[in-house]
């Protein structure tokens, strides 16, 4: 069975950093594109950062230069590094491989 769980949400200061995890049970992430989508309250999910195998990380628009995306290949996760949040970064961060979702992890932007 298939399972991919997120971790490391939380609140966080605008201007601040906070790091997302994605871990896999039954699925190893190293023979798969890996991505980072959230849903903002009253919005449309959307592809936030995407970690392809053959052509390495890839970036929304919205959040280039702030956040990173990285593998750890040993432990079969991914994370999300997220600098200089903003308010529009709140939402909840899903992670995504293949047809499998996590459940999610909520990340608030303060003021």
């Known amino acids: 069975q298939v399972q991919l769980v997120e971790s490391g949400g939380g609140e966080v200061q605008a201007g601040g950093s906070l790091t997302l995890s994605c871990i896999a049970f039954?699925?190893?992430?190293?023979?798969?594109?890996v991505e980072w989508h959230r849903q903002a309250p009253g919005k449309q999910r959307e592809l936030v950062a995407k970690?392809?195998?053959?052509?390495?990380?890839s970036y929304a628009d919205a959040v280039k230069g702030r956040f990173t995306i990285s593998r750890d290949t040993a432990k079969n996760t991914v994370a999300l590094e997220m600098n200089s949040v903003i308010s529009n970064d709140t939402g909840v961060y899903y992670c995504?491989?293949?047809?499998?979702w996590g459940q999610g992890t909520q990340v608030t932007v303060s003021s």
């Open positions: 995504r491989c293949a047809i499998y």
């Open positions: 039954g699925l190893d992430f190293n023979l798969y594109s």
């Open positions: 970690s392809s195998p053959r052509y390495g990380p």
